[in-house]
Nanobody
Framework: QVQVAESGGGLVQAGGSLRLSCAASRSTFSINAMAWYRQAPAGKQRDLVARIISGGTTNYADSVKGRFTISRDNAKNTVYLQMNSLKPEDTAVYYC?????????WGQGTQVTVSS
């Protein structure tokens, strides 16, 4: 079992920045990939925002390319999502996932609200 804990959400004005953090309870050496998804509004599907695999390769949703950056700190078992130039349409609950040993673990989510 892997515990996943997100932090860093909040309210920000359009054009501002936020950094989300996601800490995994398992060493990143047994983790294949970590990713951020978002869901807005509640009940809609969760869409992939950014993903980083064990070798460091990243991929992003087209809507966030050039504005968001995903990174990992293996020493802290943590992945970050730096979000710049935020837009109201980025408002959502952001979820972190951890892929490890054939399973995907989800965090509880953190709310990001961007005001216009």
């Amino acid at each position: 079992q892997v515990q996943v804990a997100e932090s860093g959400g909040g309210l920000v004005q359009a054009g501002g920045s936020l950094r989300l953090s996601c800490a995994a309870s398992r060493s990143t050496f047994s983790i294949n990939a970590m990713a951020w998804y978002r869901q807005a509004p509640a009940g809609k599907q969760r869409d992939l925002v950014a993903r980083i695999i064990s070798g460091g390769t990243t991929n992003y949703a087209d809507s966030v390319k050039g504005r968001f950056t995903i990174s990992r700190d293996n020493a802290k078992n943590t992945v970050y999502l730096q979000m710049n130039s935020l837009k109201p349409e980025d408002t959502a609950v952001y979820y972190c996932t951890v892929d490890s040993r054939g399973r995907t673990y989800w965090g509880q989510g953190t709310q990001v609200t961007v005001s216009s």
